[in-house]
């Protein structure tokens, strides 16, 4: 295992592996959009290390069943930093990785877009997406916008127009199954690399934490970026404990070094 000092570059021998490497599977969590002001859940700063009641209202139960916790839940999404936030160093260096023809496919737990905002194509977005909202009762689909601004204009809870509906945003809460599509798209992708980069994420949340065991199986190189320990760490080929912002396009750079 390898654990490179915060702002060491890429240790040479996983800048060989990015080299050679000619399908790359990316999963990305929270970690890698703190650096545009989204905060993470579970690192030093993470909304739930602060306030560790929160998760509870994550629950899908507690949002069907308690009308309090869907105004808290509108009130927040309101002034959710993803409305503001810009990608970063990280979120463009994949982008770039994608165009050079390196990346065999881009999994994300993060539902607020920045990937795609720095030109990433064909996001396999595990957790859904904030940026639309749906109705739990019919399905129908309509952008997070015209909710927030329904939100705005008076409407504390607002029903679905089509069916009267609770409306949510179209994101994963605890007790939500993840869309198979969407997790058989991970998982192909994950089976399907030479190199599977985890970026940002604890790998505490299944089934995503899984891809990597998925990965391994296969017989790809597991490479983790995390500042903190996750369980993987034990499985992985190298670990390097340094700031994203830094050692993913570094890690890019090596790989384009050779296209
Ligand atoms: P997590 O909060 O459990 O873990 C994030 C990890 O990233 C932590 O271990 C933290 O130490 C590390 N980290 C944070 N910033 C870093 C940096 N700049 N450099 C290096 N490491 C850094 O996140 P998770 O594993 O993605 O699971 C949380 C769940 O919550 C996901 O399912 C996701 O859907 C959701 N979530 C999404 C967003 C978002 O869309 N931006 C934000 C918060 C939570």
Not at 20 to 37: H, I, K, N, P, Q
Not at 138 to 145: A, K, L, N, S, T
Not at 213 to 242: C, F, K, M, Q
């Amino acid at each position: 295992m390898t654990d490179a000092p915060p702002d060491a570059p890429v240790p040479q021998q996983v800048a060989a592996w990015m080299a050679r490497a000619e399908r790359v599977t990316v999963l990305t969590g929270a970690g890698c959009s703190t650096d545009s002001g989204i905060p993470d859940f579970r690192g030093p700063q993470g909304v739930w290390t602060r306030n560790p009641a929160a998760p509870a209202l994550f629950t899908i139960d507690a949002y069907v069943s308690d009308p309090q916790v869907r105004i808290t839940a509108w009130q927040e999404r309101s002034r959710h930093s993803a409305w503001t936030a810009t990608p970063n160093e990280a979120h463009r260096a994949l982008a770039a990785l994608q165009d050079a023809g390196r990346l065999r496919a881009l999994v994300t737990q993060n539902i607020d877009g920045l990937h795609q905002a720095a030109g990433s194509r064909d996001v396999v977005e595990l957790h859904g997406t904030l940026w639309w909202a749906r109705c739990l009762a019919c399905g129908e689909r309509i952008p997070m916008r015209e909710a927030l601004d329904r939100v705005a204009a008076g409407e504390a809870d607002p029903p679905c127009r089509a069916c009267g509906g609770i409306l949510k945003s179209d994101t994963v809460s605890f007790g939500q199954s993840l869309d198979p599509d969407v997790l058989a798209a991970a998982a192909r992708a994950a089976a399907d690399c030479d190199l599977f980069l985890a970026i940002g994420t604890s790998l505490q949340v299944h089934p995503a934490a899984g891809l990597c065991d998925v990965a391994l199986r296969r017989g790809a190189r597991l490479v983790i970026v995390n500042a903190e320990s996750t369980p993987y760490d034990v499985h992985a080929d190298a670990v390097l404990r340094a700031p994203i912002g830094i050692a993913v396009p570094a890690l890019v750079a090596a790989a384009l070094a050779t296209t």
